[in-house]
């Protein structure tokens, strides 16, 4: 299995909901990680985990909350998010080592009303 | 701050034609992506260099990391529509960790 899934794909949330965003990867990878993407720009780095646990976060705000069950798991919780936080959310996983070769999962598109 | 450069930023030409992106940086890298993405879709990793001076291929997609391990291009010969997304660099720096420094990508439409 060399693949990184995510569901749901689109999501549609209002501002006072709170819904979770799940990652799932089977290769191995002790490091997982969440981006948010805008169109036609790179992804920005939000939360990294290493071996289960939170190594980096970006300053990201607390209305999203990162969570690692297990080692091939990762959700982020969203609440009270605004209209500027839709984008597309991604998930990938890497070893760790000095490559940092990370792979992508699809995607979830966000849409916050 | 590790930043990459890459040019150009959006290219558009004819099916059948030639290309060259590059990603440019006055750091050092200790491996480089490269990934193509499609829109709604996740980057799909495409290739990593690792040696400085290395050269890969993948069918009509030619990688090469500068000497220094500062640069890197992808040449596309004979472009397809099939090859039409939006290219991004990565690089992973020798003191960034688990950090990848992103270019800001070129965006490539092949029209046929």
Redesign the interface.
Known sequence: DTEVTQTPKHLVMGMTNKKSLKCEQHMGHRAMYWYKQKAKKPPELMFVYSYEKLSINESVPSRFSPECPNSSLLNLHLHALQPEDSALYLCASSLIGETNEQFFGPGTRLTVL | TQLLEQSPQFLSIQEGENLTVYCNSSSVF??L?W?RQEP??????LV?V?TGGEVKKLKRLTFQFGDARKDSSLHITAAQPGDTG?Y?C?G?GETS????T????T?LTVNP
């Open positions: 200790s491996s992506q990934y709604g879709e996740g980057p799909v990793l990593t690792v939006l991004l990565a992973a960790g688990s950090r990848l992103f270019g800001e990508g965006q």
